[in-house]
C-alpha cells in the first residue's frame, strides 16, 4: 500500500546525511548555525563524533508536531488502523492456521500461493 502524504520531508531521515556542528561550535557560532538552522535546513549536534541533539527551526518543529499536515500523526493513525486489521478475528484464525500447520500443509500453500502469482494454477 503506497500513501503519498501531503507532508514534505524536511530533516533527512538520517542523521548521518544532515549538517553537523559540534557542541563547541554551537557555543562559538551561535548565530552562524542559527541562521543555517532558519534557513530550514535542520542540524545535528555533535559531542565526542556522536550525534546528540538535532537542532531544527520553529516551523520544522510545528509541521512535525502539530497543526495540520501532521507528518506523526499521519502515520500513527496509519499504523493504528493496519494494527486493527491485524487484530480482526480474520486475520487471527488465519495466523492461528499458518501456526498449526504442519510441512506438507506449508508447502502445498506456498505452491499455491507461487502459481496464482505466475498465472498458473493448477
Not at 557542541?23 to 542559527?34: G, I, P, R, S, Y
Not at 500461493?113 to 493448477?122: D, S, V, W, Y
Amino acid at each position: 500500500m503506497s500513501i503519498k502524504y501531503s507532508s514534505t520531508p524536511i530533516v533527512s531521515a538520517r542523521v548521518q546525511d544532515m549538517p553537523a556542528v559540534t557542541a563547541t561550535e554551537l557555543k562559538n557560532f551561535t548565530a552562524d548555525v542559527l541562521e543555517r538552522v532558519t534557513s530550514r535546513q535542520a542540524v545535528a549536534i555533535t559531542r565526542h563524533d556522536k550525534p546528540r541533539a538535532i537542532l531544527l527551526s520553529i516551523e520544522q518543529y510545528e509541521e512535525l508536531t502539530g497543526g495540520e499536515g501532521n507528518l506523526l500523526a499521519e502515520l500513527k493513525e496509519q499504523y493504528r488502523g493496519m494494527l486493527d486489521e491485524m487484530q480482526s478475528p480474520e486475520q487471527k484464525a488465519g495466523a492461528l492456521r499458518v501456526f498449526e500447520a504442519t510441512p506438507e500443509e506449508l508447502g502445498a500453500a506456498a505452491l499455491r500461493g507461487a502459481q496464482r502469482r505466475t498465472g498458473r494454477i493448477q
